[in-house]
């Protein structure tokens, strides 16, 4: 909730109808709190009915009055000042001015639940060496500040379906809260004897898949992370998916080794948690032919849903010795 003296309060709460609604200057300086990127989907256009969208990429932009929070999105037309790095966190923000924007979620994915949003349509950044002594910025604790309007906004993009952010220069990396640190609860429910022995090995998903029986294998594999990619974004402007990522493990049991793909939510919990020598237990996935790979190859695929796979990460004393999958190759010592 906007406090007394917020200059949000005061420029964009005088304002009527969404239609028809002519550009609110501010003419107090803004801070430039916090940018983040993201890429549209098929509804981002009706969101910038007058603007031509050249590119992949959004930005909500975080600005402050001091006394407040306000979180809008950039318009596609000044996307060039990011790109140039002229519009960045801290940069200070004279002549902004605002736009009622539609904020319904588009259909079947995440968006802020706040009815009211904001479009920054044109502004002037300020200068780094230019007198700032009037912005009295100083320092913020930008966590204590409240935000305008009736609620925070949820931690997702504003102008598209998608559940994460993208860092601001490239797509190999994570960014935001949503990347879990530590494992999740452990979703493994079988009886703790199962949970220390595997149904089925590599080999045999090989020689089950060459085979012909394809598609979900319910049976536990336990198996050791010898390599871990770089995350892969796949995200398109003609494609809704909340969270287009991929990465690929390396694993190998004592029969033989694989590659694990995870997708899309599947890596948001699990991609930073997971590191080669972990063990992992799978079930629930589905077994295909490697992408690129040879006839005979075959992939793991661990997805959140059809169906939704369960992975664990297990610790060494879980796994029976004679079922543990081999150290990896090679070790890496520290003085």
């Known amino acids: 909730m906007a406090v007394d003296g917020c200059v949000f309060h005061r420029i964009l709460s005088r304002s009527g109808s969404v239609q028809n609604q002519a550009p609110l200057l501010c003419r107090e300086l803004l801070l430039v709190l916090q940018l983040r990127r993201y890429s549209r989907d098929q509804g981002s256009s009706v969101y910038f009915p007058q603007s031509v969208l050249s590119g992949d990429d959004l930005y909500d932009v975080t600005l402050t009055d001091r006394d407040c929070r306000l979180r809008v999105t950039l318009d596609p037309g000044l996307n060039q000042l990011v790109e140039r790095r002229v519009l960045r966190a801290e940069s200070t923000l004279s002549q902004a001015s605002f736009c009622h924007t539609l904020s319904a979620q588009v259909t079947g994915g995440p968006a802020s639940p706040r009815e009211v949003s904001y479009r920054l349509v044109n502004m002037v950044v300020r200068e780094d ?9 100083g320092i913020l604790d930008m966590d204590s500040l409240p935000w305008f309007g009736s609620s925070e906004p949820a931690d997702v993009p504003l102008r598209a379906s998608r559940s994460v952010f993208l860092p601001l220069w490239n797509n190999v990396d994570y960014s935001g809260e949503a990347w879990r640190e530590a494992p999740p609860p452990e979703e493994n429910d079988e009886e703790e004897e199962e949970g220390r022995r595997p149904a089925v090995s590599v080999s045999e998903l090989r020689d089950y898949f060459l085979s012909g029986q394809r ?8 198996v050791r992370i010898t390599n871990k990619s770089q995350l892969m974004y796949y995200g398109r402007a003609d494609r809704n998916c909340d969270c287009p990522y991929k990465a690929v493990l390396e694993v190998c049991d004592r029969t033989g080794s694989a590659s694990v793909v ?3 939510s599947m890596c948001v919990r699990w991609y930073r948690c997971l590191k080669p020598g972990d063990i992992i237990s799978l079930r629930q996935y589905r077994v295909k032919q490697q992408y ?15 169906p939704a796979a369960h992975l664990d990460l297990l610790p060494e004393s879980r796994v029976l010795s004679e079922y543990a999958p081999p150290d990896p190759p090679y070790s890496f010592c520290s003085r």
């Open 129 to 137: 060496d230019e007198d700032d002594e009037d912005a009295g910025f």
């Open 215 to 222: 598609g979900r294998a319910r049976g536990q594999l336990i």
């Open 262 to 264: 995870l997708w899309n």
């Open 292 to 306: 690129l790979g040879e006839e005979g190859d075959i992939e793991i695929s661990v997805n959140s849903r059809n």
